[in-house]
Protein backbone atom coordinates (compact mmCIF):
# COMPACT_ATOMS: atom_id res chain seq x y z
CA UNK A 1 0.00 0.00 0.00
CA UNK A 2 1.17 3.76 -0.44
CA UNK A 3 -0.94 5.95 1.87
CA UNK A 4 -0.04 9.75 1.81
CA UNK A 5 -0.42 11.54 4.97
CA UNK A 6 -1.13 15.60 5.00
CA UNK A 7 -1.37 18.06 8.10
CA UNK A 8 -0.64 21.63 8.33
CA UNK A 9 -0.19 23.12 12.05
CA UNK A 10 2.64 22.87 14.84
CA UNK A 11 5.02 19.83 15.81
CA UNK A 12 2.29 18.77 17.96
CA UNK A 13 0.08 18.11 14.68
CA UNK A 14 3.15 16.81 12.63
CA UNK A 15 5.21 14.53 14.93
CA UNK A 16 2.21 12.34 15.27
CA UNK A 17 1.65 11.37 11.51
CA UNK A 18 5.43 10.70 11.14
CA UNK A 19 5.11 8.02 14.14
CA UNK A 20 2.30 6.80 11.58
CA UNK A 21 4.45 7.00 8.49
CA UNK A 22 6.95 5.28 10.38
CA UNK A 23 5.73 2.50 11.43
CA UNK A 24 3.93 1.81 7.94
CA UNK A 25 6.92 2.04 6.31
CA UNK A 26 8.39 -0.80 8.85
CA UNK A 27 5.64 -2.59 7.82
CA UNK A 28 6.81 -2.88 4.38
CA UNK A 29 4.50 -0.35 2.94
CA UNK A 30 5.23 3.05 1.31
CA UNK A 31 4.33 6.59 3.11
CA UNK A 32 4.40 10.28 2.12
CA UNK A 33 4.12 13.29 4.40
CA UNK A 34 3.19 16.47 3.76
CA UNK A 35 4.00 19.33 6.37
CA UNK A 36 5.09 22.42 7.34
CA UNK A 37 8.80 23.18 6.96
CA UNK A 38 9.28 22.71 11.15
CA UNK A 39 8.23 18.65 10.59
CA UNK A 40 11.65 18.15 7.57
CA UNK A 41 13.99 17.55 10.06
CA UNK A 42 12.38 15.44 11.91
CA UNK A 43 11.31 13.32 8.94
CA UNK A 44 14.68 13.50 6.92
CA UNK A 45 15.88 11.90 10.53
CA UNK A 46 13.93 9.35 10.33
CA UNK A 47 14.12 7.81 6.71
CA UNK A 48 10.11 9.32 5.69
CA UNK A 49 9.23 11.00 2.11
CA UNK A 50 8.20 14.70 3.13
CA UNK A 51 6.97 17.47 1.33
CA UNK A 52 7.01 20.97 2.43
CA UNK A 53 3.61 23.08 2.35
CA UNK A 54 4.26 26.46 2.00
CA UNK A 55 3.87 28.37 4.94
CA UNK A 56 5.96 29.29 8.29
CA UNK A 57 3.67 28.10 11.27
CA UNK A 58 6.10 29.35 14.09
CA UNK A 59 5.98 33.18 12.34
CA UNK A 60 1.91 32.40 12.68
CA UNK A 61 2.50 32.62 16.16
CA UNK A 62 4.61 35.58 16.60
CA UNK A 63 3.37 39.03 17.43
CA UNK A 64 1.31 40.39 14.06
CA UNK A 65 0.87 36.63 13.38
CA UNK A 66 -2.12 34.98 12.96
CA UNK A 67 -2.08 33.90 16.27
CA UNK A 68 -0.10 35.88 17.48
CA UNK A 69 -2.82 37.93 19.88
CA UNK A 70 -4.31 34.42 21.15
CA UNK A 71 -1.18 34.05 23.13
CA UNK A 72 -2.09 37.17 25.32
CA UNK A 73 -5.33 37.11 25.18
CA UNK A 74 -6.55 33.48 25.67
CA UNK A 75 -8.81 31.31 23.26
CA UNK A 76 -11.97 33.09 22.02
CA UNK A 77 -13.58 30.25 19.32
CA UNK A 78 -14.35 33.05 16.51
CA UNK A 79 -11.11 34.66 16.57
CA UNK A 80 -9.61 31.62 16.89
CA UNK A 81 -11.46 30.50 13.72
CA UNK A 82 -10.78 33.38 12.37
CA UNK A 83 -6.81 33.29 12.11
CA UNK A 84 -6.91 29.53 11.11
CA UNK A 85 -8.84 30.49 8.44
CA UNK A 86 -6.57 33.94 7.43
CA UNK A 87 -3.93 31.04 7.79
CA UNK A 88 -5.25 28.41 5.69
CA UNK A 89 -7.00 31.03 3.25
CA UNK A 90 -3.43 32.63 1.68
CA UNK A 91 -2.20 28.53 0.91
CA UNK A 92 -5.56 26.75 0.25
CA UNK A 93 -4.66 26.27 -3.69
CA UNK A 94 -1.00 25.39 -3.48
CA UNK A 95 -1.40 23.08 -0.62
CA UNK A 96 -4.09 21.43 -2.98
CA UNK A 97 -1.69 21.25 -5.60
CA UNK A 98 0.98 20.00 -3.70
CA UNK A 99 -1.11 16.84 -2.42
CA UNK A 100 -2.57 16.12 -5.53
CA UNK A 101 1.04 15.62 -6.79
CA UNK A 102 1.57 13.47 -4.21
CA UNK A 103 -1.04 11.81 -3.48
CA UNK A 104 -2.03 10.91 -6.37
CA UNK A 105 -2.16 7.09 -7.01
CA UNK A 106 -2.19 6.75 -3.48
CA UNK A 107 -4.33 4.07 -1.62
CA UNK A 108 -5.54 6.10 0.60
CA UNK A 109 -4.95 9.95 2.26
CA UNK A 110 -5.37 10.54 5.64
CA UNK A 111 -5.97 14.61 6.32
CA UNK A 112 -5.05 16.26 9.62
CA UNK A 113 -4.87 19.73 10.94
CA UNK A 114 -5.25 23.23 9.20
CA UNK A 115 -5.25 21.27 5.59
CA UNK A 116 -8.21 19.02 7.21
CA UNK A 117 -10.68 20.88 4.73
CA UNK A 118 -7.80 20.27 1.80
CA UNK A 119 -7.40 16.99 2.01
CA UNK A 120 -11.27 16.20 1.62
CA UNK A 121 -10.88 17.62 -1.56
CA UNK A 122 -7.75 16.58 -2.99
CA UNK A 123 -9.79 12.96 -1.72
CA UNK A 124 -12.71 13.27 -3.17
CA UNK A 125 -10.90 15.18 -6.67
CA UNK A 126 -8.81 11.78 -7.01
CA UNK A 127 -10.98 9.41 -5.86
CA UNK A 128 -9.00 8.05 -3.00
CA UNK A 129 -10.05 6.66 0.20
CA UNK A 130 -9.44 9.16 3.19
CA UNK A 131 -9.43 9.00 6.50
CA UNK A 132 -9.19 12.14 8.81
CA UNK A 133 -6.41 11.93 12.12
CA UNK A 134 -7.02 14.21 14.90
CA UNK A 135 -5.57 14.76 18.50
CA UNK A 136 -8.38 15.74 19.78
CA UNK A 137 -11.99 14.63 19.24
CA UNK A 138 -14.19 16.51 16.62
CA UNK A 139 -17.15 13.94 15.37
CA UNK A 140 -20.29 15.71 17.48
CA UNK A 141 -21.59 14.09 20.53
CA UNK A 142 -23.34 14.57 23.37
CA UNK A 143 -20.72 13.71 25.91
CA UNK A 144 -18.77 17.02 25.62
CA UNK A 145 -18.55 20.23 24.11
CA UNK A 146 -16.09 20.82 21.07
CA UNK A 147 -12.75 21.15 22.54
CA UNK A 148 -11.97 24.75 21.05
CA UNK A 149 -15.07 25.50 23.94
CA UNK A 150 -13.54 26.55 26.66
CA UNK A 151 -16.34 26.70 28.61
CA UNK A 152 -18.21 24.59 32.24
CA UNK A 153 -19.99 21.22 31.87
CA UNK A 154 -23.07 21.53 29.03
CA UNK A 155 -26.15 19.49 28.97
CA UNK A 156 -26.16 16.85 26.26
CA UNK A 157 -28.80 18.25 23.83
CA UNK A 158 -25.83 22.05 24.58
CA UNK A 159 -22.98 19.72 23.47
CA UNK A 160 -24.32 18.14 20.28
CA UNK A 161 -25.64 21.50 19.35
CA UNK A 162 -22.39 23.49 19.92
CA UNK A 163 -20.70 20.67 17.53
CA UNK A 164 -23.00 21.35 14.84
CA UNK A 165 -22.64 25.24 15.34
CA UNK A 166 -18.70 24.57 14.92
CA UNK A 167 -18.99 22.79 11.81
CA UNK A 168 -21.38 25.96 10.22
CA UNK A 169 -18.58 28.21 11.88
CA UNK A 170 -15.45 26.40 10.32
CA UNK A 171 -17.22 26.49 6.84
CA UNK A 172 -18.49 29.46 6.73
CA UNK A 173 -14.73 30.55 7.07
CA UNK A 174 -12.85 28.00 5.18
CA UNK A 175 -15.79 26.77 2.74
CA UNK A 176 -15.36 29.92 0.14
CA UNK A 177 -11.15 29.62 -0.62
CA UNK A 178 -11.77 26.32 -0.59
CA UNK A 179 -14.36 26.02 -3.35
CA UNK A 180 -12.66 28.29 -5.15
CA UNK A 181 -9.39 26.31 -5.06
CA UNK A 182 -11.68 23.16 -6.07
CA UNK A 183 -13.10 24.70 -8.81
CA UNK A 184 -9.79 26.02 -9.95
CA UNK A 185 -7.86 22.43 -9.24
CA UNK A 186 -10.66 19.61 -10.15
CA UNK A 187 -12.96 22.17 -12.12
CA UNK A 188 -15.46 20.79 -8.70
CA UNK A 189 -19.00 22.65 -8.42
CA UNK A 190 -19.50 24.46 -5.21
CA UNK A 191 -19.92 22.53 -2.21
CA UNK A 192 -22.68 23.96 0.32
CA UNK A 193 -21.87 22.34 3.73
CA UNK A 194 -19.13 20.13 4.65
CA UNK A 195 -18.04 16.54 4.27
CA UNK A 196 -20.10 14.45 7.47
CA UNK A 197 -20.04 10.75 8.44
CA UNK A 198 -16.45 10.40 7.08
CA UNK A 199 -14.11 7.75 9.20
CA UNK A 200 -11.48 9.33 12.06
CA UNK A 201 -8.93 8.08 13.81
CA UNK A 202 -8.08 9.62 17.40
CA UNK A 203 -4.65 9.68 18.76
CA UNK A 204 -5.94 9.90 21.76
CA UNK A 205 -5.72 7.88 25.01
CA UNK A 206 -8.89 5.63 26.17
CA UNK A 207 -7.71 6.06 29.38
CA UNK A 208 -7.75 9.94 29.44
CA UNK A 209 -10.98 10.53 26.46
CA UNK A 210 -13.18 7.26 26.81
CA UNK A 211 -14.64 6.40 23.27
CA UNK A 212 -18.55 8.34 23.63
CA UNK A 213 -21.63 6.12 22.66
CA UNK A 214 -22.76 7.97 20.45
CA UNK A 215 -20.02 8.02 17.96
CA UNK A 216 -20.66 6.32 14.80
CA UNK A 217 -19.11 2.76 13.42
CA UNK A 218 -15.54 4.44 11.54
CA UNK A 219 -14.89 6.30 14.48
CA UNK A 220 -11.90 5.28 16.85
CA UNK A 221 -9.69 6.19 19.89
CA UNK A 222 -6.90 4.12 19.13
CA UNK A 223 -4.43 5.74 22.11
CA UNK A 224 -1.69 8.52 21.28
CA UNK A 225 0.51 7.90 18.57
CA UNK A 226 4.37 9.06 19.70
CA UNK A 227 7.24 8.87 18.11
CA UNK A 228 10.42 7.01 20.09
CA UNK A 229 13.34 8.69 21.13
CA UNK A 230 15.85 9.20 17.66
CA UNK A 231 17.92 6.63 17.08
CA UNK A 232 21.46 7.20 18.59
CA UNK A 233 19.98 9.78 21.10
CA UNK A 234 22.20 10.20 23.91
CA UNK A 235 20.96 12.96 27.07
CA UNK A 236 24.10 15.21 27.24
CA UNK A 237 26.16 14.62 30.20
CA UNK A 238 25.30 18.27 31.83
CA UNK A 239 21.60 17.38 31.92
CA UNK A 240 22.34 13.76 33.66
CA UNK A 241 24.90 15.91 36.33
CA UNK A 242 21.75 17.84 36.77
CA UNK A 243 19.09 15.22 36.85
CA UNK A 244 21.68 13.50 39.48
CA UNK A 245 22.74 16.44 41.77
CA UNK A 246 19.50 17.11 43.78
CA UNK A 247 15.72 16.08 44.14
CA UNK A 248 13.58 15.45 40.71
CA UNK A 249 13.15 18.93 39.39
CA UNK A 250 10.35 20.98 37.67
CA UNK A 251 10.04 21.12 34.28
CA UNK A 252 8.83 24.16 32.56
CA UNK A 253 7.91 25.02 28.67
CA UNK A 254 5.27 25.51 26.40
CA UNK A 255 6.60 23.97 23.12
CA UNK A 256 5.53 25.82 20.14
CA UNK A 257 3.99 28.73 21.63
CA UNK A 258 5.75 31.57 20.11
CA UNK A 259 4.53 35.21 20.86
CA UNK A 260 4.58 34.43 24.89
CA UNK A 261 4.97 37.70 26.91
CA UNK A 262 8.73 36.85 27.97
CA UNK A 263 8.69 38.89 30.36
CA UNK A 264 5.72 37.16 32.39
CA UNK A 265 7.38 33.89 31.65
CA UNK A 266 10.81 34.85 33.04
CA UNK A 267 9.06 35.99 36.25
CA UNK A 268 7.05 32.74 36.74
CA UNK A 269 9.73 30.48 36.20
CA UNK A 270 12.16 32.85 38.77
CA UNK A 271 9.56 32.23 41.23
CA UNK A 272 9.06 28.85 41.00
CA UNK A 273 13.17 28.59 40.99
CA UNK A 274 13.30 30.02 44.01
CA UNK A 275 11.90 27.05 45.83
CA UNK A 276 12.57 24.52 43.60
CA UNK A 277 15.18 22.93 41.26
CA UNK A 278 13.86 24.10 37.21
CA UNK A 279 14.26 22.75 33.77
CA UNK A 280 13.35 25.10 31.50
CA UNK A 281 13.13 24.34 27.45
CA UNK A 282 12.42 27.61 25.40
CA UNK A 283 10.89 26.15 22.82
CA UNK A 284 9.34 29.01 20.32
CA UNK A 285 9.31 31.41 22.93
CA UNK A 286 12.63 32.84 21.77
CA UNK A 287 14.01 33.69 25.37
CA UNK A 288 17.38 34.43 26.06
CA UNK A 289 18.77 32.10 28.36
CA UNK A 290 20.82 34.86 29.61
CA UNK A 291 17.79 36.05 31.00
CA UNK A 292 16.87 33.52 33.58
CA UNK A 293 18.01 33.30 36.95
CA UNK A 294 20.92 31.32 37.87
CA UNK A 295 20.89 27.35 38.52
CA UNK A 296 17.81 27.28 36.19
CA UNK A 297 19.30 24.38 33.35
CA UNK A 298 17.93 25.02 29.71
CA UNK A 299 17.20 22.36 27.36
CA UNK A 300 17.18 21.89 24.25
CA UNK A 301 15.04 19.59 22.46
CA UNK A 302 14.90 16.15 24.68
CA UNK A 303 12.13 13.16 24.17
CA UNK A 304 9.56 13.97 26.29
CA UNK A 305 9.31 10.52 27.22
CA UNK A 306 12.93 9.96 28.58
CA UNK A 307 12.82 13.19 30.09
CA UNK A 308 9.33 13.38 32.11
CA UNK A 309 9.48 10.22 34.53
CA UNK A 310 12.57 12.07 35.62
CA UNK A 311 10.85 15.11 37.07
CA UNK A 312 8.63 15.55 39.71
CA UNK A 313 5.81 17.81 37.88
CA UNK A 314 5.55 18.95 34.60
CA UNK A 315 4.37 22.76 33.62
CA UNK A 316 3.36 22.94 30.09
CA UNK A 317 0.60 24.13 27.97
CA UNK A 318 -1.68 21.59 26.91
CA UNK A 319 -0.90 20.16 23.65
CA UNK A 320 -2.21 16.87 23.22
CA UNK A 321 1.39 15.34 22.90
CA UNK A 322 2.40 17.06 25.40
CA UNK A 323 -0.55 15.79 27.93
CA UNK A 324 -0.13 12.24 27.20
CA UNK A 325 3.29 12.51 27.71
CA UNK A 326 2.99 13.64 30.91
CA UNK A 327 0.32 11.34 31.98
CA UNK A 328 2.24 8.45 30.63
CA UNK A 329 5.37 9.32 33.11
CA UNK A 330 3.27 9.19 35.96
CA UNK A 331 4.19 12.40 37.06
CA UNK A 332 1.64 15.59 38.03
CA UNK A 333 1.38 18.42 36.15
CA UNK A 334 0.15 22.46 36.13
CA UNK A 335 -1.07 23.10 32.59
CA UNK A 336 -0.99 26.59 31.29
CA UNK A 337 -3.93 26.38 28.30
CA UNK A 338 -3.13 29.47 25.86
CA UNK A 339 -5.63 28.37 23.01
CA UNK A 340 -7.72 25.49 21.00
CA UNK A 341 -7.43 22.30 22.51
CA UNK A 342 -5.28 23.26 25.48
CA UNK A 343 -8.34 23.83 27.15
CA UNK A 344 -10.09 20.77 26.58
CA UNK A 345 -6.94 18.65 27.66
CA UNK A 346 -6.48 21.02 30.85
CA UNK A 347 -10.32 20.00 32.15
CA UNK A 348 -9.35 16.57 31.54
CA UNK A 349 -6.43 16.13 33.62
CA UNK A 350 -8.05 18.29 36.11
CA UNK A 351 -11.17 16.20 36.31
CA UNK A 352 -8.99 12.87 36.25
CA UNK A 353 -7.18 14.78 39.60
CA UNK A 354 -3.46 14.63 37.52
CA UNK A 355 -3.12 18.53 37.38
CA UNK A 356 -3.56 21.73 38.33
CA UNK A 357 -4.66 24.69 35.87
CA UNK A 358 -3.40 28.17 35.24
CA UNK A 359 -4.92 29.57 32.08
CA UNK A 360 -1.80 31.44 30.39
CA UNK A 361 -3.83 35.20 29.94
CA UNK A 362 -3.77 35.13 33.98
CA UNK A 363 0.00 33.60 34.33
CA UNK A 364 2.18 35.16 36.87
CA UNK A 365 4.66 34.01 39.23
CA UNK A 366 2.46 33.81 42.70
CA UNK A 367 -0.27 32.32 40.56
CA UNK A 368 2.34 29.51 39.33
CA UNK A 369 4.26 28.72 42.40
CA UNK A 370 0.32 28.47 44.08
CA UNK A 371 -0.62 25.73 41.07
CA UNK A 372 3.20 23.99 41.25
CA UNK A 373 2.36 22.90 45.05
CA UNK A 374 -1.38 22.43 44.17
CA UNK A 375 -0.22 19.55 41.86
CA UNK A 376 2.89 18.73 44.03
CA UNK A 377 0.23 17.18 46.75
CA UNK A 378 0.45 13.73 47.79
CA UNK A 379 -3.15 12.69 46.34
CA UNK A 380 -2.40 14.20 42.83
CA UNK A 381 0.87 12.34 42.52
CA UNK A 382 -0.88 8.94 43.75
CA UNK A 383 -3.30 9.72 40.88
CA UNK A 384 -0.38 10.54 38.56
CA UNK A 385 1.22 6.75 38.87
CA UNK A 386 -2.50 5.38 38.57
CA UNK A 387 -3.33 7.07 35.61
CA UNK A 388 0.19 5.91 33.96
CA UNK A 389 0.04 2.53 34.87
CA UNK A 390 -3.30 2.58 33.44
CA UNK A 391 -1.90 3.57 30.05
CA UNK A 392 0.86 1.31 30.00
CA UNK A 393 -0.10 -1.54 27.46
CA UNK A 394 -2.06 1.09 24.95
CA UNK A 395 -0.58 1.14 21.42
CA UNK A 396 -1.89 3.87 19.77
CA UNK A 397 0.53 3.65 16.44
CA UNK A 398 -0.28 0.04 16.47
CA UNK A 399 -3.53 -0.51 16.45
CA UNK A 400 -4.02 3.29 14.18
CA UNK A 401 -2.11 2.01 11.37
CA UNK A 402 -3.73 -1.91 11.87
CA UNK A 403 -7.24 0.22 10.55
CA UNK A 404 -5.08 2.34 8.05
CA UNK A 405 -3.76 -1.16 6.37
CA UNK A 406 -7.04 -2.79 6.90
CA UNK A 407 -8.80 -0.90 4.75
CA UNK A 408 -10.57 1.99 7.64
CA UNK A 409 -10.09 4.99 5.13
CA UNK A 410 -13.25 4.97 2.33
CA UNK A 411 -13.94 7.22 -0.89
CA UNK A 412 -16.60 10.04 0.07
CA UNK A 413 -20.20 9.82 -0.66
CA UNK A 414 -20.51 13.34 -1.28
Not at 164 to 188: C, D, H, I, T
Request: a positive charge; glycine letters at 12%; one cysteine or more.
Amino acid sequence: MHITFLTYGTDGDTRPLLALARAVIARGHAAHVLADVAGAPHAQALGIPFTVLPGDMRAAFLPGGAFGALMKDGADMTRLMRACAALARDHTRPWMEAACAVAQGSDALVYSGLAGFVGLAVAEGLGIPCIGAAMWPMTPTRAFAPPFLPMYRLPGWANLLAHRAFERLAWSMFGPELNRARKQVFGAAPRRRPWRDVPMLYGCSPTLLARPADWPAGVDITGAWALPAGQGWQPPQALLDFLGAGPAPVYIGFGSMAGIDQATLIDAVDAVAAGRRVLFHPGWSGIDPARLPPGVFVLGDTPHDWLFPRTALVVHHGGAGTSHAVARAGVPSVVVPFAGDQFFWARRMAERGIAATCPAARLDGARLVQAVAAASAPGMCAAARRTAQAMLHEDGVRRAVDRLLGGAARRLDG
